[in-house]
């Protein structure tokens, strides 16, 4: 017998929720065969069996919480393979000589012992619970995600798939939605009534719940502030522009704006480290090295994978990176590395539409850089109105270990860099 427990999460998780039992008693489990999905308050992952056997109990159930250690289920690893045990029937006297004889009689080969389950498709356990709740077969879904993962929008397109938009079915679909009394409103029994007040009552996610207590820790916890500028993308976009085909032909993947920005950022936190550090105790860490947090929204939240060593990685690397973060995210194969960690952090409202917010510190980090919407305003030039595409940035920061004055410098240093890029190349 060996048991399957909760094993380390990863930095500082010591709890997750199981979201979905993959196996259930009796099933017979190969190495590497996944039994359980955890959520944790990062991520979610599978637990997959270390060894091969029959799954004889599960301690715990969906939906409960549980620590690091605790038991989740028992595997017999003797009964894999073993030979069925006779009926209590053949075993009893008087139950006449058809019985014997089926009892004598050998059997046959394919019931000697359980066949080894197939493999199974790689598939996000958010597209793997899918498919379970609607008994869809992932070995026959086209997997769209990375490394030919299935998703959850592959389950979705299987088990609805899109609605043809050939011509020939305009009329059919015509048909069905011309009124026939005269009158285009539908029924009464199916709308909703103006009168109904209904609720519902959801639980948390445990992504949901740390983001809930994280945020407030960082209003408690620290003394924050909150500065504003503005920038003139007048010359990103003109070189974005010249640059986009032949960056887009040369490295595979489009020049965005993201780039800029993780690169301004390094050297506005180089001038100015104290962004660049955390308190611990009555301790400031100085961190001599740039690993730079990309917000991205998920489903189940928003979460914030990690550049590691931004610094040294090149405009390509930087632009590829977050595209993979960002299609990890979407998919839900974002791992507890990605997220590990992170001294500074920067976030975009802008893909959203925001044109001005205040982000949120991400404790133990003391700053957090916020951007937002470009748009066309008329701002002087050189004494004469002219309209630029201008972009709110915010920078909050903890008020303990970084002065206002500084904080703003280093915004301004941002700006500096974005509204002339050619800077970033000549100051490295």
Known sequence: MSNIVVPVLGESIVEARISKWLKKPGDVVEV??????????????????????????????????????????????????????????????????????????????????????????????????????????????????????????????????????????APTREAKIAPTSGSAIAPTSARPRSGDRTEERVRMTKRRQTIARRLVEAQQTAAMLTTFNEADMTQIMALRERRKESFKKEFGVGLGLSSFFVKASIAALRAFPALNAEIQGDEIVYKHYFDIGIAVGAEGGLVVPVLRDADRMTFPQIEQTIRDFAKKAQDGTLTLDDLRGGTFTITNGGVFGSLLSTPILNPPQVGILGLHKIQDRVVPVNGQPAIRPMMYMALSYDHRIVDGREAVQFLVKVKEYIEDPANLLIEG
């Open 32 to 169: 590497g065969d996944p039994l359980v999905e955890l959520e944790t308050e990062k991520t979610n992952l599978e637990l997959s069996a270390e060894k091969r056997g029959v799954i004889t109990s599960i301690a715990r159930k969906e939906g409960e919480d549980v620590k690091i250690g605790e038991l989740l289920a028992v595997v017999d690893e003797n009964g894999a393979g073993a030979p069925a045990a006779a009926s209590p029937g053949a075993a009893q006297p008087g139950n006449g000589s058809k019985a014997a004889a089926a009892a004598a009689a050998p059997a046959p080969a394919a019931a000697s012992a359980p066949a080894a389950p197939a493999e199974q498709p790689k598939a996000t356990p958010t597209a793997r619970r899918m498919a379970q709740d609607h008994e869809v077969d992932l070995g026959g879904v086209q997997g769209t995600g990375s490394a030919g993962r299935v998703t959850k929008q592959d389950v979705r397109n299987a088990i609805a798939p899109p609605a043809p938009t050939s011509d020939k079915l």
